[in-house]
């Protein structure tokens, strides 16, 4: 069955620095979702990709989707300590489970001032 | 606009003992509820979902059974709990009819299962 996969599991990052989290799918996905959850909260919408290429910007936050729409990018540019918390992926579920969600299992960012 | 509520927001209980978390939306009719659960720094896992009144999807086969008595309330529940059911539950719904919706999570309960 269709698998989303993220990757790094964990990112330390120094205050001011840039990195990325990246996300991959086993299977084409119509579209992606990106949640952030910060640290005792719960997981809240960042933004949809939809189209193949699509790039979409929130402030310092960069979403990628990629041409084949198999994969998919969040880089975060000069890190605040704001950005701390876990960084999930998600696709759509497959035609027979409509309304399911395929998680990534997170990247857990952790800032250094 | 639409909000969710859940509670409690956290919980400790005996193993054995039953368990009962609530989960109602408002500011929309027909939505897509879902119940997850979140162990300590891991991922989240789709316990059950439902696209209707008793309509109930099981993910995962385990101790914990879910119910949809009205539109917008959701359910879960347990007779008897064990160790392993400890972590936090999160409730969320999506729009029905747009497989594109985006989910929107409760606050969720932290439950620990002594």
């Known amino acids: 069955g269709q698998q989303v996969m993220q990757i790094p599991q964990y990112q330390h990052v120094q205050e001011g620095e840039d990195f990325t989290t990246y996300c991959n799918s086993s299977?084409?996905?119509?579209?992606i979702q990106w949640y952030k959850q910060r640290p005792g909260g719960h997981p809240v919408f960042l933004i949809q990709?939809?189209?193949?290429?699509e790039v979409k910007k929130q402030k310092r936050l960069t979403f990628q989707f990629g041409e084949a729409k198999k994969n998919s990018s969040l880089h975060i540019t000069a890190t605040q300590t704001t950005d701390v918390g876990t960084y999930f992926c998600?696709?759509?579920?497959?035609?027979?489970?409509?309304?399911?969600?395929?998680f990534g299992a997170g990247t857990q960012v952790v800032v250094t001032p | 606009s639409q909000t969710i509520h859940q509670w409690p927001a956290t919980l400790v209980q005996p193993v054995g003992s039953p368990l009962s978390l609530e989960c109602t939306v408002e500011g929309t009719s027909n939505p897509n509820l879902y119940w997850y659960r979140q162990a300590a720094g891991r991922g989240l896992q789709l316990l059950f979902y439902?696209?209707?009144?008793?309509?109930i999807s099981s993910e995962v086969p385990q101790n914990l059974s879910a119910s949809r008595p009205q539109d917008r309330q959701f359910i879960l529940s347990s007779k008897k709990l064990l160790l392993s059911d400890s972590g936090f539950y999160l409730c969320?719904?999506?729009?029905?009819?747009?497989?594109?919706?985006?989910?929107?999570f409760g606050n969720g309960t932290r439950l620990t299962v002594t």
């Open positions: 439902s696209v209707g009144i008793g309509q």
């Open positions: 990709l939809v189209k193949s290429g």
């Open positions: 299977t084409t996905l119509s579209n």
């Open positions: 969320a719904w999506t729009r029905d009819g747009v497989n594109n919706s985006p989910l929107h």
């Open positions: 998600a696709g759509p579920g497959s035609a027979d489970s409509w309304g399911k969600f395929q």
